[in-house]
């Protein structure tokens, strides 16, 4: 699992620092709080953040992307959940 081998690198790179520790946070989307997939990254020391959809379909303007955005990725606009990162 990504989020697993991500965790272990981070965590050999940080036990060689006396003055910082590393903490990990999984942002997930409030559809899938109760997923396995979250409670699975919580066992492995991550903090989950729910958070809901931080742009709505309705606010998209009308056009070929609002139309589509469901069907793009794997998530549709679900996807813009990673935009919690840059907050």
């Known amino acids: 699992d990504g989020a697993a081998v991500l ?3 981070v965590q050999l790179q940080f036990q060689k620092s006396k003055r910082y520790r590393a903490k990990f946070y999984a ?3 409030e559809d899938c709080a109760t997923d ?3 409670a699975a ?3 492995l020391g991550y903090t989950i953040l729910i958070r809901p959809s ?5 606010e998209i303007r009308p056009g070929w ?3 589509n955005v469901e069907s793009e990725n794997c998530c549709g ?3 813009f959940i990673k935009l919690y990162a840059y907050t």
């Not at 931080?54 to 309705?58: D, I, K, T």
């Open 27 to 29: 942002v997930v989307h």
């Open 36 to 38: 396995r997939g979250a």
């Open 54 to 58: 931080p742009v709505l379909r309705s």
């Open 7 to 9: 965790r272990h690198s």
């Open 65 to 67: 992307y609002k139309e």
């Open 41 to 43: 990254l919580e066992r």
């Open 77 to 79: 606009s679900k996807e």
